[in-house]
């Protein structure tokens, strides 16, 4: 039997035993609180690093778009301009720019079509243009349509009158109608002032009705423009009446053929 000096030393044993156990528990505890920190880290990484894949395909895939669309976008195409030709070497610049006409696409009218066709545009200018003031003379296979200068213009002035506009209209609906017809549109001034300023007024005149032609729906292609300023009068400019004879813009209608 145990003396009570021995039962003593084994009840102090085992309580120091069991105090152990238990801190480890704790430390343990411890332990499994701290680690899913390095876990909820994981996330951010991939987070990070998902963001990054994420922006490089976001920029990949707006760049390669951006750039296709970019090569893809066919190239600004230059706004048709309208001839302006040089009364120097006229006939030259005429023959050059229905050549250039041809190429573009218009389709020429073979020679025996030539007389029927101006013939009938003639008869639809005749029908057209009567409650009008234009003048239209059918010479062989030119047509000639002038316009009077005081009903079309103020003096000085390249802006179109209200009736010489709607007119212009009516004849650009006969123009779009037959359009293997090229359209050369001369200018032409009196004697008054300077021939300088004459020749600047002829083109810019004739211009302006080339503008009202455009916007009734003639292509830019038919058309070439000269001015001739003072050096073409029909008439002498001796009278008043002379003088506004010389104000004119003509339209020469000949036919694309072969």
């Known amino acids: ?25 704790l ?15 994981a996330p951010d990484t991939a987070d990070t690093a998902d963001t990054a894949d994420t ?7 707006t760049a390669q778009p951006a750039a296709a669309t970019k090569s893809a976008k066919p190239p600004v195409a230059k706004k048709p301009q309208v001839e302006v030709l040089e009364s120097a070497n ?11 006409l041809v190429r573009s696409g218009a389709k020429p009218l073979a020679p025996a ?24 003379r059918h010479e062989g296979d030119l047509i000639i349509l002038t316009l009077p200068g005081g009903d079309s213009f103020d003096p000085n002035s390249t802006r179109l009158k209200p009736a010489a506009m709607r007119n212009l209209v009516l004849t650009a609906q006969v123009l779009t109608e037959y359009a293997q017809t090229r359209i050369t549109i001369h200018g032409h001034t009196d004697d008054t002032g300077e021939a300088k300023y004459n020749q600047w007024l002829s083109v810019r005149r004739a211009l302006s009705v080339t503008g009202q032609l455009l916007k009734a729906g003639v292509a830019t292609r038919r058309i070439a423009v000269i001015g001739f300023g003072e050096n073409s009068p029909l ?7 002379g003088r506004a004879r010389n104000r004119r813009i003509e339209l020469y209608l000949e036919p694309i053929a072969n």
């Open 27 to 41: 430390d343990r505890s411890t332990t499994r609180a701290t680690e899913p920190t390095p876990a909820a880290q």
């Open 235 to 241: 008439v002498p400019n001796t009278t008043p009446d």
């Open 1 to 25: 039997m145990l003396s009570p000096i021995a039962r003593f030393l084994i009840l102090a044993a085992s309580l120091i035993s069991l105090g152990g156990c238990e801190t480890l528990e």
């Open 55 to 61: 922006a490089d395909t976001k920029t990949i895939t």
């Open 90 to 100: 006229f006939a030259q610049a005429k023959a050059l720019h229905m050549q250039a």
């Open 113 to 136: 079509e030539v007389g029927y066709y101006m013939d009938v545009q003639n008869a639809q200018f005749i029908q057209q243009l009567r409650v009008t003031d234009i003048d239209i």
